[in-house]
């Protein structure tokens, strides 16, 4: 079985899974060690693409930081009865510009040794109710902490195949990035990504598109 996602459609197939599905129950973050095994045979494409695939298909939050000086990465992998572990060290073989860690129940793609400050700007508290994934990362960029900052963001774009789902978030002390993967988590989406654009703008987007 091969998957070749040059040209990715709706309805592609990215996993085979190998024993029972991680929870995808709102709020809840499984650590990869709890996560079952699964097998991507092959993969040929965009590594946003296939992240935001995988963290719809198993429930697990990922966040992609791209890099500036190369902002679109083509990976392929070939692994097979592989684990997600397994899965993102490919990932980040097949793109060596690329590192990522797990951090509180999140896995964080960004580029080795080139992270964007504004991603580790410190959030004292911030509160959001019934909002979407969009309204809540407006509503994130309109802090104090973050205002100067949010005047540099661009509009991302929202997948349309993302269901709006409305949730209330409530966080202290925690970094960008960090937010970033909270809003992430509970509105459902389980993935975001960060581009840093030309003159000095950036875009905060939940499609890898």
């Known amino acids: 079985m091969t998957i070749n996602m040059t040209k990715i459609t709706a309805a592609a197939v990215l996993i085979v899974i190998c024993g029972a599905a991680a929870s995808r129950a709102i709020g809840q973050q499984p650590t990869i ?3 079952q095994p699964l097998r991507i045979v092959k993969f040929d494409g965009d ?4 992240l935001a695939h995988l963290a719809g298909s198993w429930g697990v939050t990922i966040g992609l930081e791209t890099d500036p000086k190369q902002p679109k990465s083509q990976v392929s992998l070939d692994v097979r009865d592989a684990t997600l572990t397994d899965v993102l060290n490919a ?5 060596p510009r690329y590192q990522w860690r797990e951090r509180d129940g999140c896995i964080e793609v ?3 040794g080139a992270s964007s400050p504004i991603l580790d700007t410190m959030i004292h508290n911030f509160r959001a109710t019934d909002v979407d994934q969009t309204e809540a990362v407006n509503r994130l960029m309109s802090l104090p902490e973050l205002r100067g900052i949010g005047m540099g963001r661009k ?3 929202v997948s349309s195949q993302t269901k709006i789902e409305k949730f209330s978030i409530k966080l ?3 970094t960008m990035r960090q937010a970033l993967c909270g809003i992430a ?4 989406g389980r993935f975001w990504i960060f581009r840093t654009l030309d003159e000095g703008l950036f875009s905060i987007s939940n499609s890898p598109r």
């Not at 590594?47 to 296939?50: E, F, G, P, Q």
């Not at 988590?185 to 459902?188: C, D, H, R, V, Y």
């Open 91 to 95: 990932v980040v073989k097949s793109a």
């Open 185 to 188: 988590n509970e509105s459902g």
């Open 33 to 35: 060690s709890k996560i």
């Open 47 to 50: 590594m946003a693409y296939l």
């Open 172 to 174: 202290d002390g925690v």
């Open 110 to 112: 960004l580029p080795v």
């Open 155 to 157: 509009a991302g774009s």
